[in-house]
């Protein structure tokens, strides 16, 4: 490098590069300062770009994400049917799919008594009432003609009753008790299951589910000096 010519040590954390040019002329140390300071207003404007670069990706990450939650749970919602659904494990039920956005078709025998009910339906325009008695063929036949075409993705056979226990024993059998337990809990969940079968096939979960009770693990009534094998 010819002499008188100077190169300082480089600062830290500088990237300027200061050349000191004996006999230079000004203008060109002041051309030479614009352009460095130009790097550095680059260098600058870079690293901000690149900043609100990976903000906007991370945005636009986050609300794509929360899009896809809420198409995967609109995807998911479909139409329920379920019976016995005025009280108990029944409303519940609906009650869980009403806040999940899914259309309930919420069935029992008598909807003027059915005050919690008929509250759910009126806070959540998804859930519809209609009466509908499980031992009645009728009613069964009635309420499918009416959703013809209606694709009913999950039915829930729920309704069902435990009748007087203690008339369903060998010594005290009440014929008619136990028949109407039957009729609602063994032939009613089939009937329904049968008359809605058209409406589950067009679904897309198609999915029966039948409610039992603790009625089938209640010791058999038998008289005295007898006992159940099996």
Known sequence: MPAGYEIPARRRGSRQLAIDLPGCDPSAKAIATGRARAG?????????????????????GIAAAA????????????TVLITGSDRGIGFELAKQYALRNWKVLATCRTPAHAQALAGLAASHPNVVIEELDVTDVGEIEALAAKYAGTSIDVLINNAGIFGDVASQSLEELDYDNFVRVMAVNAFGPLKVSQ????????????????????????????????????
């Open 67 to 78: 899009q896809g939650r809420e198409t995967a749970a609109a995807d998911t919602a479909g």
């Open 195 to 230: 008359a809605f079968i058209d409406h589950i096939a067009a679904s897309r979960q198609k999915k029966i589910v039948t409610i039992t009770s603790g009625l089938d693990l209640t010791p058999v009534l038998v008289p005295s000096g007898f006992r159940v094998c099996g």
């Open 40 to 60: 550095r207003m680059g260098v600058a404007m870079v690293r901000i770009l690149r900043r609100v670069f990976l903000v906007l990706m991370l945005s636009a």
